[in-house]
């Protein structure tokens, strides 16, 4: 079966550390670009960051930039978010999302999310 | 940064009518434009990519029109698993999605 399942997510204080993983399956991992979307309780959808294929190209939301750093290693099929300095607004349930084709930024196949709070 | 603006923010309507939302753009963004259906407690689904390109297995009354800073999704004929959020998002530099637009039964 096509999926992507994050994990790590959970209770945090301001200040705090947390990493999530997401694990893809069903797919050819190392051929797609990949990002992270976020949705704070009640909220829209925000873009947070994109990784390509190869690593080569990655962008942030300037809301995390120099706290967040994306990563993913295609032998263990396997997408990441270290997020450092997390503050309350931060707290959202947040998405890894494959890309449809090449760097287009288009979201065709999402896990179910991964509750991240920010509170003390 | 581009920021997308959504009209209506929310919108009654019953099973068989023709809907329309639309997404504007700050600046012009081409056809990168993609639209998205979100049920609650659920993650989003592509509908439409590229303004217009229906993505694979979602029905044909959904369709999606425009370019440059003004773009539409237009649903023919409301089905009753068609009540949900909307998202527009644009895909020209990095990705700003619109705020939302809430599909509600009348």
């Known amino acids: 079966e096509v999926q992507l399942v994050e994990s790590g997510g959970g209770l945090v204080k301001p200040g705090g550390s947390l990493r999530l993983s997401c694990a893809a399956s069903?797919?050819?991992?190392?051929?797609?670009?990949m990002n992270w979307v976020r949705q704070a309780p009640g909220k829209g959808l925000e873009w947070v960051s994109s990784?390509?294929?190869?690593?080569?190209?990655?962008y942030y939301a300037d809301s995390v930039k120099g706290r967040f750093t994306i990563s993913r290693d295609n032998a263990k099929n396997s997408l990441y978010l270290q997020m450092n300095s997390l503050r309350a607004e931060d707290t959202a349930v947040y998405y890894c999302?494959?890309?449809?084709?090449?760097?287009?930024?288009?979201?065709?196949?999402w896990g179910r999310g991964t509750l991240v709070t920010v509170s003390s | 940064d581009i920021q997308m603006t959504q009209s209506p923010s929310s919108l009654s309507a019953s099973v068989g009518d023709r809907v329309t939302i639309t997404c504007r753009a700050s600046?012009?963004?081409?056809?990168?434009l993609n639209w998205y259906q979100q049920k609650p407690g659920k993650a989003p689904k592509l509908l439409i990519y590229?303004?217009?390109s229906l993505q694979s297995g979602v029905p044909s009354r959904f369709s999606g029109s425009g370019s440059g800073t003004d773009f539409t999704l237009t649903i023919s004929s409301l089905q009753p698993e068609d009540f949900a959020t909307y998202y527009c998002?644009?895909?020209?530099?990095?990705?700003?999605f619109g705020q939302g637009t809430r599909l509600e039964i009348k």
């Open positions: 600046q012009s963004i081409s056809s990168y």
């Open positions: 590229a303004a217009s």
């Open positions: 990784i390509s294929s190869s690593s080569s190209y990655i």
């Open positions: 998002q644009q895909s020209y530099s990095t990705s700003t």
């Open positions: 069903g797919f050819t991992f190392s051929s797609y670009s």
């Open positions: 999302a494959r890309e449809l084709y090449g760097d287009s930024r288009t979201f065709d196949l």
